[in-house]
């Protein structure tokens, strides 16, 4: 199964952009990547997904590496609210319930 | 309000007794998932099902057992055959998607059930 590599903590200012990595260097042409995020003791949040092309919705930016072995979610002015533990996670489109979850990254804002 | 819900939020089980956790929601969603997260680790795939009457493993299905007699509900049972149980249990669903690609949409999580075992 391919997986994803991502750092164990990042730090960010308050309103200031801020920028996940995340390494999938065995990605298959049929995984989409997807992030999501969690908050102590809760079920994740869905955040962005995307397959080759470069996505934005009102959460998050998703900058997808051209020969998609990397991908980069931006938010772009984080809140103190955004603290959260980041999962970069390959969803295999054609082969229902293949999601592999790494251990992501804790963000932390400061004020 | 539609969404997926998780019942009970905290559940003890003495060794050797099977307990079941309940999973439902109204999104009418085909797909559902159960996973397993351990303390400061991402989430691990136990069991998913694609439609009614349908499940299949995931990457760590001993000791569990699922059902999904209803399109809403997905029962987890953690069996007294699962040796370390103690972990927090999410449950997921998402819309199927068409043709070949299956399970590239988003998955709504539930708010969890802690398992701990005396």
Known sequence: DAKTTQPNSMESNEEEPVHLPCNHSTISGTDYIHWYRQLPSQGPEYVIHGLTSNVNNRMASLAIAEDRKSSTLILHRATLRDAAVYYCILRDGTNAGKSTFGDGTTLTVKP | ?118
């Open chain 2, 1 to 118: 309000d539609g969404g997926i819900t998780q019942s009970p939020k905290y559940l003890f089980r003495k060794e050797g007794q099977n307990v079941t956790l309940s999973c439902e929601q109204n999104l009418n969603h085909d797909a559902m998932y159960w996973y397993r997260q351990d303390p400061g680790q991402g989430l691990r795939l136990i069991y998913y099902s694609q439609i009614v009457n349908d499940f299949q493993k995931g990457d760590i299905a001993e000791g569990y057992s699922v059902s999904r007699e209803k399109k809403e509900s997905f029962p987890l049972t953690v069996t007294s055959a699962q040796k370390n149980p103690t972990a927090f249990y999410l449950c997921a669903s998402s819309i199927r998607g068409v043709g070949a690609i299956v399970h590239y949409n988003e998955q709504f999580f539930g708010p969890g059930t802690r398992l701990t075992v005396l």
